[in-house]
């Protein structure tokens, strides 16, 4: 088990698998918010969803319409179960917040692999990785 501790954001536990993005998000216009699916083109995830996920990406990018993205995908159930980025995005946070998702930043997700089990307890700053795929 390996622990990474980062700052809490929005406060929240959960538990569950890790997708990893090696580049940013985009909520608007990067994920298809009917599906949860990310269909940024070129993106490494690109086709993945991000429904039930821990959520690790360095940080957001674009419209600030992206919060009410995030939040919508949690009305639908499509949201992720945590977001852990490198550095949290203004867009991001105001999303997890409205949306009660989960959130911790200042975590270096390069150490994190993706389809590991992991524990987060955001309001401790802190993401377990329980066990490596």
């Known amino acids: 088990m390996k622990t990474l ?10 538990r569950g698998k890790t997708l990893v993005a090696k580049k940013p998000i985009s909520f608007l216009g990067g994920i298809n918010p009917d599906t949860g699916k990310i269909i940024e ?17 360095p940080s957001g990018h674009g419209s600030t319409v992206g919060s ?7 009305k639908k ?19 997890a917040i409205i949306a009660e998702i ?22 401790a700053g802190i993401i377990m990785l329980l066990e490596e795929s």
């Open 5 to 14: 501790k980062g700052r809490s954001i929005v406060p929240g536990k959960c």
């Open 41 to 57: 083109k070129n993106h490494d995830l690109e086709g993945e969803s991000i429904k039930g996920k821990i959520l690790c990406f």
């Open 68 to 74: 009410y993205v995030l939040y919508s995908l949690a």
């Open 77 to 95: 159930g499509l949201a992720p179960k945590a977001i852990v980025n490198q550095t949290a995005d203004p867009v991001v946070v105001v999303g």
């Open 102 to 123: 989960p959130m911790i930043d200042k975590v270096d997700t390069q150490l994190i692999s993706n389809d590991t089990q992991a524990k987060v307890d955001a309001g």
